[in-house]
């Protein structure tokens, strides 16, 4: 039977628990029990873990249900996002540790080492002043060669048909400031997509942020970090991934495999989401996808369509009010009159500056009519919405966009006892 541990050996089962507790909130053991698999044991268990590093955060409440625990964080209070610490309780072995170190230290000498070499450098020099040590095989030495090939601590180099590995930098970069100045990094590790790389900076460099304070800070999406790093680093080599993407939306819950060709990454000024833009092979069309939804990104070939679909991307773009990029043949067209009167200039240049691509144009002293062309108003109805109590007229030639409205309207007018006739009458 496992042991309970602080540490976190896969990262996507915190990421769902941080959601539950984050997002969710306010379930009780006993509902998130049995939900996805979850056991009451494993629930104390990650409680437990995330309370270890986010203690300052967890807050409850008792009710019919039971004792909920969620996560409390008053985002305009805190300077730097609490959650990055989830990616800092990486769980290790002593073989782990011990090869790390056994590793930089035969590589500190500036020479190249084959993995035999290493294998055997390792066993006579690093480990011989120990009693009884775990001498690590050939194969494991090998692997952890590889695996820091690619995250850079080490180069190969190849000498006829040998493999040699060194340590990277050495002189060129011995003694050399980065030159990263302390609010840069402060900013770019909150606003940064990949902010977390900003955190982990910080923290070598016993750097925190003393200026910056946020009036909208949306630190959820740190939790897709890995998942944004690696559709990123497929745009830059222009290949295809395979994710294994899970929408609460589908019956079940199933997770499903899907290879798409990563074009771009949106975020929601609204609220922080992030998404993928991206081709999928199956359906053959350009879609939008949520990383909070991907559970995991593989890498697959080079596609050689990347640059004509990014170019595509960025048309839709150009008339997209959100991450709907149309799948009809032509964009829907909506208008809406509203009146703005001769004092209420700000209203006007509200809509100058939130309508995108709309046009605005002055119909008499008070009366104004805005027109847009997009992919999918309904994604417009929040917004539309801030202008209630204006809108003399609203058009569009998707009907349900005017249908739900319109009945949003006449739901208001009757929550206020206002009753029979037009809405707008």
Not at 200 to 205: F, H, K, L, P
Not at 393 to 419: H, K, N, Q
């Amino acid at each position: 039977m496992s042991e309970y541990s602080e540490l976190i050996k896969h990262l996507g089962k915190i990421r769902d628990y941080m959601r539950d507790f984050y997002v969710f909130g306010f379930r009780s053991r006993s509902q998130l029990s049995g939900r996805k698999g979850k056991s009451g044991r494993s629930y104390d268990n990650e409680r437990r873990r995330i309370e270890s590093y986010l203690s300052d955060f967890m807050a409850f409440r008792q009710d019919k249900n039971g004792k909920s625990i969620f996560l409390s964080v008053d985002s305009a209070a805190i300077p730097e996002n609490p959650l990055y610490r989830a990616f800092k309780a990486k769980t290790f072995t002593k073989n782990d540790i011990t090869l790390h170190f056994c590793l930089l230290d035969l590589l500190a000498d500036g020479k190249g080492y084959t993995a035999a070499q290493a294998a055997e450098e390792i066993d006579s020099r690093c480990l011989s002043a120990f009693g009884e040590p775990v001498v690590p095989d050939l194969s494991t030495v090998r692997k952890k060669l590889i695996e820091y090939e690619k995250l850079g601590i080490f180069r190969a180099e190849k000498n006829g048909k040998t493999q040699l590995y060194f340590l990277n930098g050495g002189e060129d970069t011995a003694g050399e400031d980065p030159g990263i100045s302390p609010q840069a990094l402060a900013f770019f590790s909150e606003m940064s997509p990949l902010g977390v790389a900003g955190s982990y900076i910080m923290d070598r460099d016993g750097v925190r942020n003393r200026i910056f304070s946020w009036k909208h800070h949306y630190i959820m999406p740190a939790l897709d970090s890995e998942i944004c790093f690696l559709l990123v680093q497929a745009m830059h080599e222009k290949r295809k991934v395979i994710i294994t993407n899970e929408s609460p939306r589908r019956g079940g819950g199933g997770q499903l495999e899907i290879e798409i060709l990563p074009l771009k990454i949106l975020i929601s000024l609204r609220n922080g989401r992030r998404y993928a833009a991206a081709y999928h092979m199956g359906r053959k069309a350009i879609l939008t996808f949520r990383l909070d939804y991907i559970k995991s990104v593989r890498l697959a070939e080079e596609s050689g369509e990347f640059d004509i679909l990014r170019k595509k991307t960025e048309e839709l773009l150009r008339q997209s009010w959100g991450v709907s990029l149309g799948r009809q043949r032509e964009p829907e067209h909506l208008t809406m009159q509203l009146r703005i009167e001769g004092h209420e200039g700000y209203i006007a240049d509200r809509l100058r500056k939130e309508g995108k691509h709309g046009v605005l144009r002055q119909l008499s002293e008070t009366v104004w009519q805005y027109d847009i062309d997009v992919w999918d108003p309904s994604e417009m109805l929040p917004w539309l919405r801030t202008f209630i109590g204006r809108v003399l007229r609203l058009d569009c030639t998707d009907p349900a966009v005017t249908e739900i409205f319109y009945r949003d309207m006449e739901l208001l007018y009757e929550s206020y006892g206002i009753g029979g006739g037009d809405v707008f009458s």
